[in-house]
């Protein structure tokens, strides 16, 4: 067993106000065509037509691939793969959020080592060829994929969302511009914020975290905390935003070498089977979650509940961290997080669903990173407190 820390970001990163006005010039360094894999949303705003002008002024031709309209799948992977081909692209940009981001990096990964992007989970195909280049480019304050050698496809065959993570899933740059994040109504700007902070909160707390990630969690966490309201109620203020993009970038940082823990091991079922989008599944787990994990990380959440309340500072760790458990249920009752009942998911159909939910979890892996490893019968018991959760419950905070 290695002794030591590994760190590792895409080999460059743009960041800031008109980053993405460099698209152009950072693809040219990539390849002479470009597939732009995004959705049509994206499209709609004309950021595509955008993305497509800048990369012309390089002499950068460009195909488009916007098929995608939930969470990513292994259809749409194969579907942008026929198009990278077809149209006989030699880099690749995502443009959109963490689907457009994961469905990307899949085929990325593919084009050069071929197979089915299922292969690759759990280590049982290792990609040993470069993939082809690929900038990322996120255009909501959340997943933090860009900064990430991890991919996360829906097997439409079984409805299992496979965790895959190998260092070559990592793109090779990201664009991080606040810009794109203003056209993002108020619930995407909820979810995806919760996201953040569920990757920077887990990273922080993960069984495998090291000094360089906590450093990007805790910087994450004071980011994200400080300013996810601000960017919720008023969606033009751009510091706000601009706080709200470099927080998720610094939790996907963060996670993607200190890895996620149970929330995301429970969250991803969810969305598999009941299509929740996946920031709103991990809001809906968090602090129920916290709750359980609170006694094997006292100490840790006893920082991430002086963050939320610098008052805390005299108190004793087991204050903070009860504080810190509350402060996240505030913050999802502000944020108007619904729980899994009032999203609107049938109990029937989740009590069927429960043992296989609970089983795809612990097979991901990410539950054995929490610190306290919960067992089968634990994570059963977890789903059904989560069905109807009460966020106000408990909550006592000014």
């Known amino acids: ?29 990539q390849g002479k065509k470009a597939l732009i894999v995004s959705d049509k949303i994206m499209d709609k705003l004309e950021n595509v037509g955008e993305c497509r002008n800048y990369l012309s002024k390089e002499g950068i031709e460009s195909a488009v691939y916007l098929g995608i309209d939930s969470e990513p799948t292994d259809v749409y992977v194969a579907e942008a793969l026929d198009v990278l081909k077809q149209e006989k692209c030699d880099v690749i940009i995502s443009l959109g959020g963490g689907s457009c981001i994961d469905t990307a990096k899949s085929v990325a990964v593919l084009a050069t080592n071929g197979g089915y992007i299922g292969d690759y989970m759990g280590g049982n195909k290792i990609a040993e060829v470069k993939a082809l280049p ?6 909501t304050a959340g997943t933090g994929s860009e900064a990430t050698d991890a991919t996360v496809i829906t097997n439409t065959t079984n409805d299992v969302k496979m965790m895959i993570k190998q260092p070559v899933f990592l793109p090779e740059m990201a664009i991080v511009d606040p810009l794109l994040t203003m056209s993002a109504p108020e619930h995407v700007t909820a979810a995806t914020g919760v996201d953040a902070l569920s990757h920077a909160i887990e990273a922080y707390i993960s069984r495998q975290s090291h000094p360089m990630t906590d450093m990007m969690a805790l910087s994450a966490m004071k980011l994200i905390i400080n300013n996810i309201t601000k960017a919720y109620q008023d969606k033009d203020n751009i510091d706000a935003r601009e706080r709200m993009i470099l927080g998720s970038l610094q939790a996907g940082l963060a996670f993607s070498n200190a890895s996620v823990c149970l929330v995301h091991g429970m969250s991803r079922p969810i969305g598999a089977l009941f299509h929740v989008p996946h920031g709103f599944s991990n809001a809906m787990l968090l602090p129920a979650v916290l709750e359980y994990s609170k006694d094997s990380a006292v100490q840790r959440l006893a920082d991430l509940g002086r963050i939320f309340n610098p008052e805390m500072e005299n108190e004793s760790d087991e204050t903070a961290a009860d504080v810190a458990v509350a402060s996240v249920k505030d913050l999802c009752l502000k944020l108007e997080i619904p729980n899994l009942k009032d999203w609107g998911i049938d109990s029937q159909e989740f009590e069927t669903a429960v043992t296989k939910m609970a089983v795809d979890a612990l097979e991901s892996g990410s539950p054995g990173n929490n610190p306290k490893v919960p067992s089968h019968k634990e ?16 909550v006592e905070l000014k």
């Open 134 to 139: 690929h900038v990322a480019i996120p255009t």
């Open 379 to 394: 994570i059963e018991s977890l789903y059904h407190y989560c069905f109807d959760y009460n966020f106000a419950s408990g």
């Open 1 to 29: 067993m290695q002794d030591f820390a590994v760190f590792n970001s895409p080999h460059n990163i743009n960041y800031g106000r008109g980053a993405f006005n460099s698209v152009g010039i950072e693809v040219a360094k």
